[in-house]
C-alpha cells in the first residue's frame, strides 16, 4: 500500500490519521504534509481538505493550504491513477474565494458531472440528492437534477462511499 499517499496541510492531522489508521492495520501508507510533496509519484492520491478557517471563510493559512492553486496542482498531479478528496465542498468553495484561480470549483464540477461526489452513508437518500442540487447550483448557477447513487454496505468490505454495481 506504499502506493497510496494521503495528503494534508497540517502535519498534526496527518499525526492523528497515522494512528488511527495503524489501530486498523494500514499503518504502512504514505503520509505526506502538502509542503512535502513535489517530486513524490503515488498510483493514489488521498486529499484531507479540513483546515483551520478565518472569520470570512477563507484559509488560516494560504501558503499550505490545499486551496491555494499551486498547492492544488501540485498535489492532484503526485497521482499516476486517482485522486480521492475527503472534505466539505460548500467550505473549499468558500476557502478558495481568496484566489483568482478556482480550482476546487473545476474539480468539483467535473465530479459532479460524473456523479463522483459522495455524501457520507448516513444521510438519508433525500438528504444526499438535496446536496447534490445544493452544489450543483453553486457550482453551475443552475439547479441539476442528482442522480441518486446506491452505496455498499460495511458487510461487503468495500467503502460505503462507492457506488454498488448493478447489473
Same mark, same amino acid.
Given at each position: 500500500m506504499s502506493d497510496v499517499c494521503i495528503i494534508s496541510p497540517f502535519r498534526t492531522q496527518l499525526n492523528i490519521i497515522e494512528s488511527k489508521l495503524k489501530k486498523v492495520g #494500514? +499503518? =504502512?501508507?504514505t503520509l505526506l504534509p502538502s509542503y512535502l510533496i513535489q517530486g513524490h509519484e503515488f498510483q493514489a492520491v488521498v486529499l484531507t481538505t479540513f483546515e483551520p478557517l478565518e472569520s470570512d471563510g477563507t484559509s488560516s493559512n494560504p501558503t499550505k493550504s490545499l486551496t491555494n492553486p499551486q498547492i492544488f496542482n501540485t498535489a492532484v498531479s503526485r497521482s499516476k491513477s486517482f485522486v480521492v478528496a475527503v472534505g466539505d465542498p460548500f467550505s473549499l468553495l468558500k476557502a478558495e474565494m481568496q484566489f483568482p484561480d478556482r480550482c476546487w470549483k473545476h474539480y468539483l464540477r467535473i465530479c459532479l458531472e460524473n456523479n463522483t461526489i %459522495?455524501?457520507? =452513508?448516513? !444521510? *438519508? @437518500? *433525500?438528504?444526499? /440528492?438535496? #446536496?447534490?442540487?445544493? #452544489?450543483? $447550483? =453553486? #457550482?453551475? +448557477?443552475?439547479?441539476? *437534477?442528482? *442522480?441518486?447513487? /446506491? !452505496?455498499? $454496505?460495511?458487510? /461487503? @468490505?468495500?467503502?460505503? %462511499?462507492?457506488?454498488s454495481k448493478t447489473n
Open positions: #494500514l +499503518g =504502512e501508507l %459522495f455524501f457520507p =452513508e448516513s !444521510y *438519508k @437518500q *433525500k438528504q444526499r /440528492d438535496n #446536496l447534490k442540487k445544493k #452544489l450543483s $447550483t =453553486e #457550482l453551475l +448557477g443552475i439547479p441539476v *437534477k442528482a *442522480k441518486s447513487v /446506491d !452505496y455498499i $454496505t460495511h458487510s /461487503d @468490505q468495500i467503502s460505503p %462511499f462507492l457506488p
